[in-house]
């Protein structure tokens, strides 16, 4: 196959056949328009309406040797892309792909096309009383298609799990132009979840078009905790504790001493670390877990705080941001219990001069993943606390391409029309 066979006649006649299939206002090449799609370069865009457009979207693709790069509202410029081989590539985009499908109140799941931001998927499921689950708000700045395909390490409550898991079902569109459904079964049912070998693959295999999705019914209340303790590792501990002793918060985030300051306020009079935990569901569940959560924070040698500074923390915490918020340079790894007091005294003080801010959070019964930041305004920064994680003997999240993956991709996408993302997990 050679490099750089396409023509200038040819992008045209692909521009014309895209046209044909979504029709010529969803298509274009105006520079203001491929130029917002950074590291991919497209020569073209394009925005199908459903999957059936999709699917034949990538047929179009296939046949004339064109690549496909799929991108929704997160997955812009600021995405890592391979280098171009030679070949002409084609933005396929999402985001009029919105529409809720279908909503069971008495299953409790939802159906709906994956161009969806999940921020506004979420405030529908709320206006019918329900919700996706107590995820960050950062999680929801990307389309469920992007959510699903790439998923943020961030997107996890002790009490919901991680939110790939919510996953049911879901439609792919295949690079030959085919579509695969998926179908919603029981656990117990015989054979492989074929989902989940598209869950993760950063738009290797095809494009995921639509999702059923598991739902929940908003909490009767909610209870938001904060206790100091005398290090960091005292409160790691007790989050594990309370996790072992049956407690299941909606959020749980132990903050690290430089940290407390930055997310609960100069006045917090607490030199230590804190643990921060959200407790919803049953009136008389938060009751118990309250009590629960009292007795092993005496025991640690800690303190409650005033019940306003969890209040306060909470309505930042799940206050709605734009996407493009700024964030500190971060990085993180998953630590097991048993290691993370080492871990952590390894860790220095101060990264580029400024206090290296340490917190911790996606707790499970068998770690925490650990996260590390700084203010430095160096384009270095992250790769400095990458290094950091590397020296303590961990391994930083980043976007991994299995190679189950690779070798599906050669059965279901020869010519590689997919573009793959790639790179660093930058916490966007």
Known sequence: MTMNRKTAADSEQVIDALAAIVGATHVSSAPADVESYGGLEPFVVVWPGSHTEVARVLKVCTDNWVAAGTAGYGARARSHWPVSDGRLRVALDTRRMTNILNLDEVALTVQCQCGIQVHHLEEALRRQGLTMGPFPVETQVSTLGGLLSAPSPTAHSPRAGWFEEACLAMSIAHPDGTLVHTRVAPRKAVGPDFSRFFIGSRGGLGVITTATLRVQRLPESEQVIASGLPDLDTAVTLARQALVQGVRPARLRVLGPSHVAEELGEGVTTSGAAVIMVLNGPRALIEVEERLLSKLTRAAGGEELHEAVGQRWWAQASAWKDSHMSRIP???????????????????????????????????????????????????????????????????????????????????????????????????
């Open 330 to 428: 971060r990085a993180g790894a998953r630590v097991r219990y048993s290691q993370f007091a080492q871990v952590a005294a390894s860790l220095p003080a101060e990264v580029m001069g400024e206090p290296l801010q340490v917190w911790c959070e996606e707790a499970t019964l068998q770690g925490v993943t650990l996260w590390v930041g700084s203010k430095a305004k160096d384009e270095s920064a992250r790769a400095v606390l990458r290094s950091l994680l590397l020296d303590a003997g961990l391994d930083p999240i980043r976007f991994d391409f299995p190679p189950l993956m690779d070798e599906l991709r050669r059965q279901l996408d020869p010519e590689e029309t997919m573009v793959i993302m790639e790179g660093e997990w930058s916490g966007s």
